[in-house]
């Protein structure tokens, strides 16, 4: 099963044979495929959309008297969904590299709309 089957006949699957967790390849794809490029494009699709994020909270939110902007999800909900249904992702995202704050680990349209997200 090392050809792939999908593909011309002297082509090898793009996969190794084993990899093991410890491996530096392990999990992920082979360097110059089609699929590294792909992610690559994901990754920074993701960057920008990020990015966008945190222009609206800029242009809807205030200043509070700490010197940050912050927005309630509700608000933010609104003026977002009509440029990404992803709003509440693309807000895990910025979290995750800590862009933005906010309580809990989820939000939820309607039943949290009034928790602040603070951009740092």
Same mark, same amino acid.
């Given at each position: 099963?090392?050809?792939?089957?999908?593909?011309?006949? /002297?082509?090898?699957?793009?996969?190794?044979?084993?990899?093991?967790?410890?491996?530096? =390849?392990y999990g992920r794809p082979p360097e110059g495929?089609? =699929?590294?490029?792909?992610?690559? /494009?994901?990754?920074?699709?993701?960057?920008?959309?990020?990015?966008?994020?945190?222009?609206?909270?800029?242009?809807?939110?205030?200043?509070?008297?700490?010197?940050?902007?912050?927005?309630?999800?509700?608000?933010?909900f609104e003026t977002y969904v009509s440029i990404?249904?992803?709003?509440?992702?693309?807000?895990?995202?910025?979290?995750?590299?800590?862009?933005?704050h906010f309580e809990g680990e989820m939000l939820?349209?309607?039943?949290?709309?009034?928790?602040?997200?603070?951009?740092?």
């Open positions: 099963q090392r050809k792939n089957p999908f593909s011309s006949e /002297d082509r090898l699957a793009s996969k190794p044979a084993h990899t093991h967790r410890g491996d530096a =390849t495929s089609r =699929t590294e490029q792909r992610g690559k /494009d994901a990754h920074s699709h993701v960057g920008k959309e990020v990015e966008e994020l945190c222009l609206i909270i800029r242009k809807t939110g205030e200043v509070g008297e700490d010197g940050h902007v912050s927005v309630t999800f509700g608000q933010l990404s249904n992803k709003v509440v992702g693309i807000l895990l995202r910025a979290r995750k590299h800590g862009l933005v939820w349209q309607g039943k949290d709309d009034d928790v602040v997200i603070t951009l740092l």
